[in-house]
């Protein structure tokens, strides 16, 4: 492993510091936060358009697309400087992450050239916004299970059924969704995957309330929705493929242990300056064992993220230790925001980063895979034990038992 920049890597650096520094706000101060998205604040939104924009119009946006989608062909590694820098500067939250980090590759792979030359540079622009329609009430980890139909009517395919969490539905132009298209072939076999334009008649976007008040997520239902033919992307009943380079890049997109909100160095600023007893608690054996055990995490955490980058960097794919990543990461951070409400004592029922992060903990526990399926997939493919007993696998899917 090599933790230093090659000299191209740190030329970049500096061009990509530059620009930063030339056109963002300001760089991020000691201690200071990224705001948080305000996912149902239209100008919050119009803001983060805004800077998209700016970005794509510097060659800034998607550096690692193709130059014929606004991209500059940009390698792994360099993706992985410019989002550094960027961490370190005062931007609008980016709520472009489902559209570009997973959805944009999916059409890239899967999509036609009709849909690639519409949809892909107004997506890396952030003219038009994208929300990614796959979990239902009962098809989340086992997504394969979805039920939301779509029946071929003439040119037209007509959609019908529930999805939920879709975040930022309320603001997206566009969505990709996988649906059921034959019931009588086993469950992953029978999913088509289409484009849907978010303002089609029949559409019901309805806000879910999160325990932190905010609503940033959503459930859609579909009454008779009307998809064009031409915005299926790959073939009738292949849609699992596609959905598999959407899940793909969503775990590169959330592993890489790259989450927002406050971090050790926080926890450790904030024992310093709360006292137990008298005196700064940082000096309590108890609260230093505790301290000790979260550094040891995050060290752990920072190592392991550095060895996929040096992957990344030589050229090669990461493997499943992106999924070690966000398991621990997530864990850690639920640990030490649920640690520094205790530090905070009474103060800790105050609004701040730390009750921010406390109550987005679970979710960020849920999505992009949960704890178990994480670990699924770490023991089948890091420890190499014998995978689950999967007893639907070759049934057909109307033929697999349900409560409906
Ligand atoms: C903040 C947030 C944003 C989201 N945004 C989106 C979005 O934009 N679009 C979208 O489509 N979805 C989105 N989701 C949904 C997310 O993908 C699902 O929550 C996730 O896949 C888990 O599915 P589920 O909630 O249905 O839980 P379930 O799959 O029902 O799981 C329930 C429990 O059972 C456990 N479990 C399930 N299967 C197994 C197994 N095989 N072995 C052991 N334990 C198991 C799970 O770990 C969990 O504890 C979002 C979720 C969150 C929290």
Request: hydrophobic letters at 40%; charged letters at 25%; glycine letters at 10%.
């Amino acid at each position: 492993m090599d933790f230093n920049d090659t000299p191209e890597e740190a030329a970049f650096r500096t061009e990509a510091r530059d620009w930063l520094e030339a056109n963002a706000e300001r760089p991020l101060r000691p201690g200071e936060s990224k705001p948080l998205p305000e996912p149902r604040n239209p100008a919050a939104v119009q803001a983060a358009q805004v800077w998209q924009a700016h970005k794509a119009d510097a060659g800034w946006a998607c550096i690692t697309w193709p130059e014929e989608y606004g991209g500059r062909g940009a390698g792994a590694i360099e993706n992985v400087v410019w989002n550094q820098e960027e961490a370190r500067f005062l931007t609008p939250p980016n709520i472009f992450v489902i559209g570009q980090g997973m959805l944009g590759p999916t059409i890239m792979a899967h999509g036609s050239d009709a849909q690639k030359q519409r949809h892909l540079r107004p997506l890396l622009r952030g003219d038009e916004i994208w929300c990614q329609l796959f979990s239902e009430p009962s098809a989340g980890s086992d997504l394969a299970g979805l039920r939301t139909g779509a029946v071929r009517d003439g040119d037209d395919w007509l959609l019908n059924g529930q999805k939920i969490w879709t975040s930022g539905a309320h603001y997206s132009r566009w969505g990709m969704i996988v649906t059921r298209t034959d019931a009588t072939v086993a469950k992953h076999a029978g999913i088509t995957y289409f484009i849907v334009d978010m303002q089609s008649p029949g559409i019901e976007i309805r806000p879910i309330k999160q325990i932190n008040g905010a609503s940033a997520f959503n459930e859609v239902f579909f009454s008779d929705v009307r998809v064009p033919d031409e915005n299926r992307v790959g073939e009738v009943n292949d849609g699992w493929r596609g959905a598999i380079t959407t899940l793909m890049n969503e775990r590169a997109a959330l592993g890489g242990g790259a989450a927002g909100g406050p971090s050790f160095r926080d926890l450790l600023r904030l024992a310093a300056d709360t006292e137990i007893d008298g005196r700064p608690a940082l000096e309590d054996a108890q609260v230093r064992q505790r301290l000790a055990d979260f550094y040891v995490r995050q060290k752990g955490i920072e190592y392991t993220r550095y060895r996929s980058l040096t992957a990344i960097s030589r050229g090669t794919t990461p493997g499943p230790e992106n999924s070690l990543g966000k398991l621990v990461g997530a864990r850690t951070r639920q640990q030490m925001a649920s640690f520094a409400l205790d530090l905070l004592g009474p103060a800790g029922l105050e609004q701040g980063p730390w009750q921010t992060a406390y109550l987005a903990a679970p979710g960020a526990r849920a999505a992009g895979g949960t704890d178990e399926i994480l670990r699924n997939i770490i023991a089948e493919r890091i420890l190499r034990l014998p995978p689950e007993s999967r007893l639907d696998k070759d049934v057909a899917f109307k033929d697999i038992p349900s409560g409906s």
